[in-house]
């Protein structure tokens, strides 16, 4: 069965910090790995990642990933109250039309 | 910018009833997918659908759910007789997940 693993679940820090979020998985003929930001309603696109040790850059976000080990990263940097959320990973089956959804991180940031 | 509108945002049914959720997708994508998010849970797939056809399904898309395109814009779920564990948010998506729609929360009572 096709998973898709985060952690941590919940994360708490303190304005300015460095946070890393971590998403496995296990997808059977991977193609690429979607990662969402979702704070009120619906999740909001951040990255695609297809090719192993690429990092993509957002700002203050960037992700990269590890198709041999089999996991990606998102680091938020100089974090602001803003970047309160859950943060979802998706992995995307070749030849499927389907995302599998990891569990979420959902990230604190207090002032 | 393009964007996937979902009506209505929160709809509360009750138990046995049918509802239809309606999805305006962007208009030049091709694929067209239905999400569910029971509450504290993942984001699960739900069907996708392509050139007026199911192109994949899950196993929670039983004979209760329906999905068409009924005039080349909308884009619909059906539930046929809800059940209370249908209640959950239910996301509509296109290109294969990089624009979502915002929701429509389903209560079912």
């Known amino acids: 069965e096709d998973k898709v693993v985060q952690s941590p679940l919940s994360l708490v820090v303190h304005e300015g910090d460095t946070v890393t979020l971590n998403c496995s998985y296990e997808?059977?003929?991977?193609?690429?790995l979607l990662w969402y930001k979702q704070e009120k309603k619906a999740p909001t696109f951040l990255f695609m990642l297809t090719s192993s040790g690429i990092e993509k850059k957002s700002g203050r976000l960037s992700s990269i990933l590890d198709k041999k080990e089999l996991f990606s990263i998102l680091n938020i940097t100089a974090t602001q109250t803003g970047d309160s959320a859950i943060y979802l990973c998706a992995g995307i089956i070749q030849g499927a039309q389907k995302l599998v959804f990891g569990q979420g991180t959902r990230l604190t940031i207090n002032p | 910018e393009p964007e996937v509108t979902q009506t209505p945002s929160h709809q509360v049914t009750q138990m046995g009833q049918e509802v239809i959720l309606r999805c305006v997708p962007i208009?030049?994508?091709?694929?067209f997918y239905w999400y569910r998010q029971i509450l504290g849970q993942k984001v699960e797939f739900l069907v996708s659908f392509y050139n007026n056809e199911i192109s994949e399904k899950s196993e929670i898309f039983d004979d209760q759910f329906s999905v068409e395109r009924p005039d080349g814009s909308n884009f619909t779920l059906k539930i046929r007789s809800t059940k209370l564990e249908d209640s959950a948010m239910y996301f509509c998506a296109s290109s294969l997940g990089a624009f979502f729609g915002q929701g429509t929360r389903l209560t079912v009572v």
């Open positions: 208009s030049n994508h091709l694929y």
């Open positions: 997808v059977t003929n991977f193609r690429s």
